[in-house]
């Protein structure tokens, strides 16, 4: 509200230009993966996908981040529209996409950064098993915990709200939806329990008494060595400048247009009483 209309389409072309990295980070990460799956002997269109090693936890948590980041992703497309906003602005739905994108893609890599480090940092080694199993729960309870309440977001659910009377005829279809999410809800503190019950047992149980040595620590290689990189491109300068100048501009219009109409500081009049 109050907020220029002009403005509000600025702030379209700037989310919707946030799909280009993104796209490109998927088609690079997409592409490693195929490299990597034919280098081990995946041959045809899609046989690059078996041969890579699904067993690999890490390989498990950057496949389930990428589904949720799709789905995500698919959403904030909806959010950055200006007419398709109107409609799902301040709902559930906002809720569910970014619980799909920050507790969903990113924290299920968190876990695998974890997994990844804590042999080199402690020596100790977590049980795979269970890290496949903890990341298989992570996954499933985000979109049993997100996609309902994209569902109801569309049905007009509200956002940030403490109680909800599904007694009331027009909002008690919703209800069942949001026993659902509850449900993903619990899947999710099982996960995030057993997650930190696999490293303390790295760490604490009786078959890690002894340290044991780690396997190297490596980078990825490129297959095609880089031959150029654009310095500006390749160095803090350009983007911090970017970042700052987008915040300066993104606060001090809006702020600035505020201060301009005539009742920003003048105290409301309660309801009801005569003008």
């Not at 906002?94 to 804590?118: C, E, P, Q, R």
């Not at 080694?125 to 997100?146: A, Y």
């Not at 702020?255 to 003008?275: D, F, K």
């Amino acid at each position: 509200p109050q907020v220029g209309t002009g403005f509000k389409f600025i702030h379209q072309v700037f989310t919707a230009m946030v799909s280009v990295p993104t796209l490109l980070t998927v088609f690079t990460i997409c592409a490693s993966v195929e490299i990597a799956g034919r280098l081990r002997g995946g041959t045809g269109l899609f046989g690059w996908l078996t041969a890579l090693p699904w067993r690999n936890p890490m390989m498990l948590a950057i496949a389930f981040s990428f589904v949720m980041l799709g789905f995500g992703g698919a959403g904030g497309l909806i959010n950055m529209s200006y007419h398709l906003d109107s409609t799902i602005h301040n709902t559930q739905w906002i809720t569910g996409h970014f619980h799909l994108i920050f507790g969903g893609a990113v924290v299920i890599m968190y876990f695998a950064i974890a997994y990844d480090l804590w042999p080199q940092l402690t020596g100790r080694k977590p049980d795979e098993g269970l890290i496949r199993k903890q990341l298989w729960l992570w996954f499933i309870g985000m979109l049993v915990v997100s996609f309902p309440w994209h569902y109801v977001g569309l049905l007009g659910a509200p956002r940030r709200m403490a109680y909800y009377d599904y007694t009331n005829p027009a909002i008690a279809p919703q209800a069942i939806w949001v026993a659902v999410s509850a449900f993903g809800g619990i899947v999710l503190l099982v996960s995030g329990a057993l997650f930190v019950y696999i490293l303390a047992k790295a760490q604490f149980g009786s078959s890690n008494r002894t340290h044991e040595t780690p396997e190297p620590f490596e980078f990825s290689v490129c297959v095609h060595p880089v031959e150029r990189v654009p310095v500006a491109l390749n160095s803090f300068r350009l983007w911090i400048a970017l970042m700052v100048g987008l915040t300066v501009v993104n606060y001090s219009v809006p702020i600035a247009q505020l201060l301009r109409l005539p009742n920003t500081s003048v105290p409301a009049v309660a309801v009801g009483a005569p003008r």
